[in-house]
């Protein structure tokens, strides 16, 4: 208990310099190069803190030896970075959250810093009663793997059909609910929550916007702590690795929000993300993955994403949030077309991710790389300028793929 104690302590006093950085340079919108060293301090203080990780489960200072939670110190940093990446993974979704909720509520930019850091307050206390309870039901009820489990997949297939850009606050219940007990004013009053006007206590929209951002980040919540649980249901890495993922959201939304349509595939990698893991949860108790091959096929899945934003050109999107379907646009109607392309889709990033695990473990890893790159180049066109790239750059692919003129020579 004492560490959990020092942990909270530390944070509150990383937060308090945060606020008191803040408060010192007033309300102003926040720089790419602020929110850059910002989000490079909380990477740096996350694995710090992971190094105290390895000592402390190395000489068994949070569980006794004899505790069901007790492990070695490079297991345990393990669980911790993995579980940190897989948070740090899902919070991209929030800041396409956060960045339409800015939109739709016309929130200043030098206004939104101070929502984010109130968010933060919220989402550490909310994890850290979600955290204790999900970890008390999966230790006296096993069958909650398979509930988590399959909460993980049925989110990404939500991700994957609906839009988020059609979200509508106004009918948001905590929203609806709190203009009952209080009259909202029609435009801010600077940094204000809330004011008095003509004698009447009034909410501000500054507000409204954090009842909207801790709502969503309950709803994340439900499908980030399953997530977390799939890698581990140590209570103290789970916590931590997610609380260091929650403190960085704040700066990192203000590294990605001028960047977040050009990495608009990376959204295909967070699908398969949530479907690894709740394949993993639902898997567990008969054919448990490792924990180094469950770290290496997250980082595939989210290079592979980031790769295909870098190289397609039409990554760029008008629009923040676009629905990860915009290639399906017609996914109701499911025609044989687009049953086709999801078919394609799936079996392709399998044979691609089953390829990147041969890399560090026995089999042919480089044979099923290009054979599910191929597959998924019948149907998407970013694996098509993937698959050139590894043909006029690598030898060992021309000789699988063959080169381009020889293709062309064929045809």
Known sequence: MIFWILFLIAISLMIYLDLFFEKKKGLHEMTFGESMTWTLIWVSAALLFNLGVYWLYEHHMIYPESSPHSSGGKE???????????????????????????????????????????????????????ILFGAALITHFTFMNYIFGAILIFTAVKMLVIKQENMHPETNPVIMFAKKLMPVTHEF?????????????????????LL?????????????????????????LVFTSNIFAILGLRSLYFVLATAINRFYYLRFSLVFLLAFVGVKMLTAHHYPIDTTLSLYIILGILLVGVAASLITKDGFISAFALPIYIQFRDIAIMTAKDIRRIA??????????????????????LIFIPIGLMLLAKEFLWARRLLNKLRNSNKTFQKILGSPEEEKGDK
């Open 212 to 236: 909207v951002v801790e709502t969503s980040d309950v709803i994340f919540a439900i499908d980030s702590i399953p997530a977390i649980f799939s890698i581990t249901t140590d209570p103290f």
């Open 344 to 365: 394609v889709l799936f079996a392709g990033i399998v044979i691609l991710l089953a390829g990147l695990a041969m890399l560090v473990l026995p089999g042919p890893g």
């Open 189 to 209: 009053h600077g940094a204000n929550f809330f004011v008095r006007i003509n004698g009447v206590l009034m909410m501000t929209p500054l507000f409204l916007s």
């Open 76 to 130: 345990a940093a393990l669980l911790f970075f993995t579980g940190y990446l897989v948070e740090k993974s899902l919070s991209l979704d929030n800041v396409f959250v956060i960045a339409l909720i800015f939109s739709y509520f016309h929130v200043p930019p030098h206004l939104q810093h101070r929502v984010l850091i109130w968010g933060v307050f919220g989402a550490i206390v909310l994890r850290f009663v979600m």
